[in-house]
């Protein structure tokens, strides 16, 4: 399974950025699929998971503004980023589980100015 990661960019604070994910094969069996972040110096985060059925979870700083949603479809996991804060900005990467093994895609970067 390959994730290909897009949409990130530059964006004043306040705006808004829609990431994508897709993936290489069929999604609609994928147990958990989720977008994580990493920012210059610290550790990578959780930032937001959706499951098979639909459940999604958020980290409490992105609560609110950003929305996890996937289109079996398409096979596409989004990201929807809404009141963007320079402390969002970070390389984002999509993860997904599937058959016992976890999948990376390559990250976007994503930066907020002030």
């Known amino acids: 399974v390959q994730l290909q990661a897009s949409g990130g960019g530059l964006v004043q604070a306040g705006g808004s950025l829609r990431l994508s994910c897709v993936a290489s094969?069929?999604?609609?069996?994928?147990?958990?699929m989720a977008w994580y972040r990493q920012a210059p110096g610290k550790q990578r985060e959780s930032v937001a998971a959706?499951?098979?059925?639909?459940?999604?979870t958020y980290v409490d700083s992105v609560k609110g503004r950003f929305t996890i949603s996937r289109d079996n479809a398409k096979n596409t996991m989004y990201l929807g980023m809404n009141s963007l804060k320079p402390e969002d900005t970070a390389v984002y990467y999509c993860?997904?589980?599937?058959?016992?093994?976890?999948?990376w895609g390559q990250g976007t970067l994503v930066t907020v100015s002030s």
């Open positions: 993860k997904a589980r599937y058959g016992g093994i976890t999948y």
């Open positions: 094969r069929s999604i609609s069996s994928f147990n958990v």
């Open positions: 959706i499951v098979s059925g639909g459940i999604t």
